[in-house]
């Protein structure tokens, strides 16, 4: 991450085990490692706008007393190298998927997610209604226009249940 964010990250920022070998193959790795996560970026948009399903929640932690009792917390954000990393996973997944799907048609098993069943789709419209949202969608590009919607209500504490 310091990588992308930072041209001023040194050779000798790096610790001995995962240094390069030279500061030739270091300017290589940091320059294409920048171009990867404009790429990545770009093929999240798009993989967004053709209406895949944006679910993202931080991450928390809870450091426990030797009762194994919550005495703290912290709260990981997504940065861009872990959107780097989920999008070329997705890639790799898609790509298999489509070479398995390919060359063993006749045994291959593929799922395909639906957008919402019949349940899901009524849990979440009660969900909806209790919390009094103002959400209407019949996609998954209206889903996430909705969710980035609920983004900027922050008097508002969304507990599922």
């Given at each position: 991450?310091?990588?992308?964010?930072?041209?001023?990250?040194?050779?000798?920022?790096?610790?001995?085990?995962?240094r390069p070998e030279s500061e030739e193959i270091f300017n290589h790795i940091?320059?294409?490692?920048?171009?990867?996560?404009?790429?990545?970026?770009?093929?999240?948009?798009?993989?967004?706008?053709?209406?895949?399903?944006?679910?993202?929640?931080?991450?928390?932690?809870?450091?426990?007393?030797?009762?194994?009792?919550?005495?703290?917390?912290?709260?990981?954000?997504?940065?861009?190298?872990?959107?780097?990393?989920?999008?070329?996973?997705?890639?790799?997944?898609q790509f298999c998927a489509e070479v398995i799907f390919r060359e063993f048609?006749?045994?291959?098993?593929?799922?395909?997610?639906?957008?919402?069943?019949?349940?899901?789709?009524?849990?979440i419209q009660r969900y909806i209604f209790n919390n009094k949202l103002n959400?209407?969608?019949?996609?998954?590009?209206?889903?996430?226009?909705?969710?980035?919607?609920?983004?900027?209500?922050?008097?508002?504490?969304?507990?599922?249940?």
């Amino acid at each position: 991450q310091r990588l992308i964010e930072s041209e001023e990250v040194k050779i000798e920022d790096i610790n001995e085990e995962e240094r390069p070998e030279s500061e030739e193959i270091f300017n290589h790795i940091k320059s294409n490692l920048k171009v990867l996560n404009e790429v990545t970026k770009k093929m999240r948009k798009l993989r967004i706008e053709n209406g895949s399903v944006v679910l993202e929640n931080n991450e928390v932690s809870f450091n426990l007393n030797k009762l194994n009792q919550p005495i703290s917390y912290t709260v990981k954000t997504k940065i861009d190298t872990n959107n780097l990393i989920e999008e070329l996973m997705l890639k790799a997944n898609q790509f298999c998927a489509e070479v398995i799907f390919r060359e063993f048609k006749e045994k291959a098993l593929i799922r395909r997610h639906t957008f919402f069943n019949d349940n899901k789709s009524s849990e979440i419209q009660r969900y909806i209604f209790n919390n009094k949202l103002n959400m209407n969608f019949e996609n998954c590009k209206d889903l996430n226009n909705c969710l980035d919607s609920l983004k900027s209500v922050d008097d508002i504490k969304f507990i599922v249940k």
